[in-house]
């Protein structure tokens, strides 16, 4: 077998083209889009080569064929927060071979050991929890939504036989807009659109940078005490979260709580993308950008992907939650020109119960789950899974 770093135009292309033989019978299997993978390894595009590294891999038989992939990476910001420094790998695709896969698992190793590493975490993304981070574990009937990890079931026998194990589950759940909701959320959304001071609006985006500033200061708060690892997000950076979806945001999927004016609660909704990017092959060119707009005018666009949910700690267990879930409802029932069926609910990790306990009292079905993986070098090292939140 050879192992090729990934550093000339070839390379690149060959890591891309990887998945697309390992999935070529798989009928549920929707491509990245190229774009989105490559602004990883894009200095330029990527913050987190302001202070980390990174490296990839493709991986070919005696006679040349591609047969997997993988991508190492280091960044200070996470290497320091657990009990050994850890590093990432993640991007890593690679046919039912386990020798195949130790040769990719090695050389992430040995080049996360010379950064001096003594963990590695995967697989998962050089940035951002929101995208590429996890093994799919549960869930292969279902094609996969935008940005969330797809991957056949041999892929945790090749990670567990090499010696990782899970250091925490992350679902996905979904819910269909036919699906009654308990009548505790009626009764608490009545009871707080009534109550003075509160209000319920959704995104405008020719007030944008309000709305930026507004989500930053919900972010930071609802999250500062959580656990260890959490890093408070800049008005630059919630900025650029929304003009990286202006382009097919609907403006009433993202839903601010405010209480006398002060944010304290946010739902971050945008359509499901997969619905149209299946069509493109992962190649978002003219001809794929021309692909996106006749489908997305055909309508296929009938379902929501939940980006990210949160509310400052001093206002939960007050109904917020329910609240933000029936304003989201009833505009989705009112909502004639947009025919949406559900929402997908991403990255409720396990360590979070509440989390978990809102997304099952409501409903929703798990449609997805995927695991992260631990492998600690030293192997007399004492493993601990992911700490459970408050």
């Known amino acids: 077998m050879q192992l090729i770093e990934v550093n000339t135009p070839k390379t690149v292309k060959e890591f891309l083209q990887v998945p697309r033989f390992i999935y070529q019978n798989d009928a549920n299997w929707i491509s990245h889009l190229d774009q989105d993978i490559e602004a990883v390894f894009d200095p330029n595009k990527n913050k987190y080569f302001q202070l980390g590294e990174a490296i990839?891999?493709?991986?070919?038989?005696?006679?040349?064929?591609?047969?997997?992939?993988?991508?190492?990476?280091?960044h200070p910001e996470f290497s320091s927060i657990f009990?050994?420094?850890?590093?990432?790998?993640?991007?890593?695709?690679?046919?039912?071979?386990?020798?195949?896969?130790?040769?990719?698992?090695?050389?992430?190793?040995?080049w996360l050991v010379n950064k001096g590493m003594e963990a590695m975490d995967g697989p998962i993304n050089f940035g951002e929890k929101d995208r590429f981070w996890g093994l799919l574990v549960e869930g292969f009937e279902h094609q996969p939504i935008y940005t969330i990890n797809y991957n056949p079931p041999y892929y945790k026998a090749l990670f567990e036989n090499y010696g990782f194990r899970k250091f925490y589950n992350q679902n996905v759940y979904y819910l269909s807009v036919s699906k009654d909701l308990p009548q505790i959320l009626q009764k608490k959304y009545d009871r707080l659109v009534t109550t003075q001071g509160y209000r319920f609006g959704h995104l405008e985006l020719d007030k944008v940078e309000?709305?930026?500033?507004?989500?930053?200061?919900?972010?930071?708060?609802?999250?500062?005490?959580?656990?260890?690892?959490?890093?408070?997000?800049s008005k630059d950076a919630a900025l650029s979260i929304f003009e990286s979806i202006k382009s097919v945001v609907d403006e009433k999927l993202i839903i601010f709580a405010y209480h006398y004016e002060r944010p304290v609660a946010f739902f971050v909704g945008i359509p499901e993308l997969n619905q149209v990017f299946k069509y493109v092959n992962g190649r978002l060119d003219l001809r794929g950008k021309l692909k996106f707009l006749f489908y997305r005018w055909r309508g296929k666009l009938n379902q929501i992907s939940g980006l990210v949910f949160g509310i400052v700690p001093e206002y939960r267990n007050k109904g917020i939650d329910a609240a933000l879930i029936m304003t989201m409802k009833n505009y989705i029932l009112s909502n004639k020109k947009r025919k949406y069926k559900g929402a997908y609910m991403a990255w409720i990790g396990e360590f979070n119960p509440k989390m978990v306990s809102i997304a099952e009292h409501i409903g929703s079905e798990k449609v997805f789950l995927l695991s992260t993986y631990r492998l600690l070098f030293d192997p007399n090292a004492i493993f601990e899974p992911h700490p459970i939140l408050d």
């Open 56 to 74: 990839r891999w493709v991986l070919k038989d005696k006679d040349g064929q591609l047969i997997g992939r993988v991508a190492a990476f280091v």
């Open 83 to 110: 009990n050994q420094p850890t590093g990432g790998m993640g991007f890593f695709e690679c046919i039912d071979h386990q020798q195949a896969a130790n040769v990719l698992f090695e050389a992430c190793k040995a």
């Open 210 to 233: 309000k709305y930026a500033e507004d989500f930053q200061t919900i972010y930071n708060e609802a999250w500062a005490h959580t656990h260890k690892f959490f890093k408070p997000i």
